[in-house]
């Protein structure tokens, strides 16, 4: 089990594999998430959105569904109140262009047109449906090779579209060996089980939103600037996210038009999405076609890396998926060169989706690194460590730290990858199943955003932590309550730990793996003030057996204060607190990133997965087999909840690999398969073997807790490793992902 | 969804009088109607709720050696019989690898054969689908079309029947109870679906107000039973669709195949019975050569209707599979990947 390989330390709460605190509330049904809210009054929202994927609304028939029992309110541009804001204005690097029924201006399919308000959710849906809409259609672009290429500004966040170190064309001019290939990915959507779903409350120019997100923060302040209120006035609550990978890191279009709804009617309103509106206004991850050229001399070492994306946003606003970062930071290479460019596409503007960019880049890198390997006659391994980037090879900083020769050798011992052939098509299993074996490096960058937190103890030997932390199913409830107990001294039982509330202290955005990091280091330093408080009245107080401790100084350890050169002597919070007569003490932290530290440190998670995959040989049907994933991310604050992150990851590895898509009809530019039926991500039966290994880090300079993230970096890494795998068992290396059945069998014998 | 009439007969003749209405649609255990009328593909003004109705829900061998089938009778009720799984091995496999083990608990082996074909463009209210809408064109011709039909279509649709069920029940020659307005009739079910051709809004050859009640195995159906699989390839293990799959039993006789039946599923609007490549078995010796000749005479006449040329050639390899592995004999116990190209092969047979 995972949890061997961490030390555990005693009275300490970080390191212990803990379940989840919330974990009993989620199996009886009883944690609360947004749509089960039903305050008094509620009405039920509907969106009527566009079938077509570019143009106008011609017409929509209000009367229709205003004759519909139970319908009491149906908004469109008609009648939609003014904002405070204009939801086409860009006013910051994380602001997004939204649809809220502005004009009838049709950007993608899927997009809101007309919101139908009734007594009940089937009035509301066939009210909208009775809105019948008629368009005045334009042709679509929605295929990545379609004419406009054009360089962006910036990809991701605020990144160079393109980057070179040394000269790529050059060392691919002297290379020995070469290989050049392209690589296609494919829309894909966030899919998390909770649908966007929002209920509004107003009273006054006060509302209250029950509504799953990532960033309570910037919720409020986009709801903030969207309806002309002071973000006191707002409250949302947040405690559970069904899933959220990115599609609930900022508030989305139909999130705020249910409070919009609200407001109008004035009774509070409930939307949720149904999955099929889930394909449009709430982001994707988009497409991306890339092309790798590598060169090496004669015994391996790559000479350049050559990394070009071509990507898509939306016709009408910005996001470039950011797929180049990945070959900046992991393999050595004198000359470096990406570039990204793009094409502007009738769909949504895509998002931000679990690990956006490295999960998209490292299929391809780590395919072409395999391609690389065959062409030399390497083992994919060997040429993958004869290429070990010692320091970041773009920066030339060193690396925070980078135990990725011990996640290699860990997974590859566990794997038992030593002694693979060479050769494709070499092993077959008892059945006549070809097998493959193909690995592939995961990395991740270390992010750190800023957050606050605010500690409490209290004269009972209790304390409170409160951070407006986001548990979208990683175990924030846990491993932030972990982090919070150890600062403060205390059991994880005596700690209330209050997150998910956006009256709470701002804990930034959970997004980035960046968390646990950012909350967690806002915990911690919020812990150590109310005990520095707590130590100051003690020490201070010639009552109390730690008085004149000053110089030794103290340690908080189960609810009381111990003289660090002698532990025999110490007292209880409630003793120090009763006697001060207060009722409680207070401390504020704040957790952000480094600047000094991030000057001088490349900062970033590792791994290595190895996947085992099984093959018909004449019907071309795959399976991934066994999975080990071995991954160093500094600290690990709990281990069974890391493992689970490592685990679901992976998955989603299996899931970009083989399965995942959205097949778009390029004539309309509509997602043909909006369900789950449909739109295939694996399902038990296609995960029979994964595990993944805990790799010990120490990281001194990430972060005050040593901790880098593990929500995103299981993808990177796994989907090129079973793409490998395909080849290994098959011969027939695929550039098109996910792995088609027709592209194994197009080029075999007819048996 | 439209507001509509919720009848709950107590009789079957109660609820084919009910059904008779037009605009009424009959009611069972819902896992395809209720999608379909949620997402406005279907709009019944009347639905017959049939759910409750006595007699329906019995599995049952007949004196004359048949088998029968209530038409209420659960997929996943009907797959764990351990009497019907022994004798009708390929069936339970079938139903074992369809839809998931909550919808398998649901649906109804009556409804099994009347669900709906999955063409996206079907689902989609704003495509163009002829069946949803004579004469108003196929937007899967000519669109996401790489699972579509590859035997039978027309111009006029291009979509598959998606049971797996109804394949080795073709294969067995399996026949439909009918109750109607004008009475009692059977219907083979290879007659059962209807092709498209230039009306694919006509389904099957049911005529309004009639219900299903039954299947029925007749006698000598299990006589296929130690050399019988279902085989079903799919873009994931477990709960998809097939992109094509076939049932294959064989009789065998000192070595030889004395009677073969096959059937593909995946690849037209019907489950496919392949007669021909019957012909081509019965008789023969059960090797590679021979499967593969069968196989291309199950294809026979195969066209793409768009970006799927690739099943006919995977068609033809999964029936040659699915004769290969029921010429190996019925596994004793149904693998735990039930239908799966990657089940492991045992080897032994309980059977012959």
Redesign the interface.
């Known amino acids: 089990m995972a949890e061997t390989a961490i030390q555990l330390r005693h009275g300490s709460s970080i390191g212990q594999p803990l379940t989840r605190r919330d974990g009993p509330l989620k199996v009886t049904g009883a944690a609360t998430y947004a749509a089960d809210n039903n305050p008094p009054g509620l009405l039920h929202a509907a969106l009527a959105v566009s079938t077509v994927a570019r143009g106008r609304v011609a017409s929509l028939d209000v009367a229709a569904a205003r004759a519909h029992p139970g319908v009491a309110e149906v908004i469109t541009p008609a009648n939609r109140p003014p904002l405070a804001a204009d939801p086409d204005e860009k006013t910051g690097p994380f602001s997004f262009r939204q649809e809220l029924l502005q004009n009838d201006t049709v950007r993608y399919a899927g997009q809101p047109i007309a919101i139908v308000v009734a007594e009940t959710l089937e009035a509301a849906t066939e009210g909208a449906r009775l809105l019948a809409p008629r368009y005045e259609a334009e042709p679509v672009l929605a295929e990545l090779d379609g004419p406009d290429v054009f360089t962006p500004a910036a990809i991701g966040v605020g990144n160079a579209p393109n980057m070179q170190h040394g000269d790529a064309e050059a060392g691919l001019a002297a290379a020995e060996s070469s290989i050049a290939a392209t690589y296609d990915t494919p829309a894909q959507y966030h899919n998390a089980m909770e649908p966007h779903a929002v209920v509004a409350a107003w009273d006054g120019d006060r509302v209250t939103v029950d509504t799953p997100s990532q960033g309570l923060a910037f919720a409020v302040m986009r709801i903030a600037g969207i309806f002309g209120i002071p973000p006191e006035n707002i409250h949302v609550r947040s405690p559970f996210l069904g899933g959220g990978f990115g599609s609930k890191g900022l508030i989305s279009g139909p999130q705020l038009l249910g409070i919009l709804a609200a407001r109008m009617v004035g009774r509070p309103v409930k939307l949720v999405l149904p999955r099929a509106q889930m394909y449009g206004p709430v982001g994707h991850r988009a497409p991306t076609r890339q092309t790798l050229r590598l060169g090496t001399d004669s015994k391996g070492a790559l000479t350049a890396i050559s990394h070009h994306v071509r990507t898509a946003s939306s016709r009408y606003d910005d996001f470039f998926e950011p797929a180049v970062g990945v070959t900046h930071s992991l393999y050595a290479a004198p000359a470096i060169e990406t570039t990204t460019d793009a094409v502007r596409l009738d769909t949504g503007t895509p998002t931000f989706m679990r690990a956006p960019g490295e999960a998209s880049g490292s299929i391809a890198l780590e395919s072409a690194m395999d391609e690389m390997a065959v062409a030399l006659g390497m083992d994919p391994l060997e040429f993958r460590l004869r290429n070990y980037a010692e320091v970041d090879p773009a920066s030339g900083k060193p690396f925070s730290s980078k135990a990725l020769r011990e996640c290699y050798a860990q997974g590859a011992a566990r794997f038992g990858w030593a002694g693979r052939p060479i050769a494709p098509r070499s092993m077959r299993d008892e059945n006549g199943l070809l097998v493959g074996w193909g690995m592939g490096t995961a990395t991740f960058p270390a992010l750190m955003f800023a957050a606050q937190a605010r500690a409490v103890l209290r004269r009972d030997g209790s304390g409170v932590a409160e951070t407006g932390a986001h548990d979208m199913g990683q175990g924030a409830w846990t491993a932030l309550a972990q982090i919070a107990a150890d600062s403060m001294g205390l059991d994880i039982d005596r700690i209330e730990f209050r997150a998910g509330d956006s009256r709470l202290p701002d804990a930034g955005i959970a997004g980035g793996s960046a968390h646990t990091a950012t909350a967690g280091a806002a915990l911690r330093s919020a812990g150590e003030e109310v005990v520095a408080k707590l130590a100051e009245l003690a020490m201070s107080d010639e009552r109390s057996p730690l008085f004149g401790a000053g110089n030794a100084g103290v340690v908080a350890r189960n609810g009381r204060l111990l003289r660090r050169d002698d532990e025999a002597r110490g007292e209880s919070y409630e003793s120090i607190l009763a006697r001060a007569g207060l009722e409680e003490i207070e401390g504020k932290g704040r957790g952000a990133a480094d600047p000094a530290a991030q000057e001088h440190y490349s900062m970033h998670a590792h791994g290595a997965v190895f996947a085992e995959v099984k093959v018909d040989p004449e019907l071309g049907q795959v399976r991934a087999t066994r999975l080990v994933g071995a991954f160093a991310a500094g600290t690990v604050i709990n281990p069974r909840l890391v493992n689970s992150q490592y685990l679901g990851g992976m998955i989603w590895g299996v899931s970009f690999a083989l399965h995942e898509a959205a097949v778009v009809d390029p004539r309309s530019g509509r997602v043909m398969n909006a369900n789950l039926a449909e739109y295939h991500v694996p399902v038990n039966a296609d995960v029979p073997s994964i595990e993944a290994i805990l790799v010990e880090e120490h990281d001194p300079h990430v972060n005050a807790l040593g901790v880098k993230g593990v929500g995103e970096i299981g993808i990177t890494g796994t989907a090129g490793a079973i793409a490998n795998a395909v080849w290994h068992a098959t011969g027939v290396r695929v550039r098109q992902f996910p792995v088609a059945i027709e592209a194994l069998i197009a080029d075999w014998p007819q048996s | ?3 509509f009439d919720y009848i709950r007969p107590a009789t079957v003749a109660e609820a084919v009088t009910a059904a008779s209405v037009p605009g009424s649609a009959f009611l069972a255990a819902g896992t395809n109607l209720l999608d379909l009328m ?3 593909v279907v709009r019944p003004e009347r639905l017959v709720d049939v759910s409750r109705l006595p007699g329906l829900d019995a599995v049952e061998a007949l004196p004359d050696g048949a088998f029968r089938i209530g038409a209420r009778v659960r997929n996943a009720e009907l797959a764990h019989d351990r009497d019907f799984a022994r004798r009708f091995p390929a069936v339970a496999e079938a139903l074992l690898s369809g839809a998931s083990a909550q919808l398998r608990n649901a649906a109804t082996a009556g409804g099994n054969l009347l669900q709906r074909t ?1 063409c ?2 079907f689902y ?1 209210p ?2 163009a689908c002829n069946k949803r809408e004579p004469g108003a064109g196929c ?1 899967a011709l ?3 079309n ?1 699972l579509h039909a590859v035997l039978g279509w027309s111009e006029s649709c291009i979509a598959t029947h998606p049971s797996d069920f109804c394949v080795p029940l073709a294969a067995l020659g399996a026949v439909v109870e009918i109750e109607g307005p004008g009475g009692r009739r059977e219907v083979p079910l290879e007659e059962f679906h209807l092709l498209p051709g230039s009306t694919p809004e006509r389904e099957s050859v049911l005529s309004p107000g009639e219900l299903v009640v039954a299947l029925r195995l007749p006698a000598g159906a299990d006589a296929f039973a130690a050399h019988s699989r279902y085989v079903k ?9 097939a ?1 094509v799959s076939a049932a294959a039993m064989l009789r065998m006789e000192g070595g030889t195949i004395a009677e073969a039946r096959l059937a593909l599923g995946g690849v037209a609007l019907k489950p496919w019975r392949a007669r021909e490549a019957e012909a081509v078995l019965a008789g023969a010796r059960p090797d ?1 050569a021979t499967f ?1 000749r069968a196989a291309e005479a199950a294809l026979e006449g195969a066209h793409p209707s768009g970006e799927n040329g ?1 099943k006919i ?2 068609a033809r ?2 029936a ?2 699915a004769l290969a592995l029921a010429a190996a004999g019925t596994p004793e116990r149904i693998p735990a ?1 039930p239908a ?3 089940a ?2 045992t080897g032994v047979a309980l059977h012959g």
């Open positions: 969804m439209n507001r949620k997402g406005g999955r996206a463009y989609d704003a495509s937007d000519g669109g996401e790489r390839l799919r873009e994931r293990t477990s709960y998809a669709f992109v590679a593969r690739f050639e995977l390899r999964i040659a599979r990947l799966s190209p990657l492991p092969v």
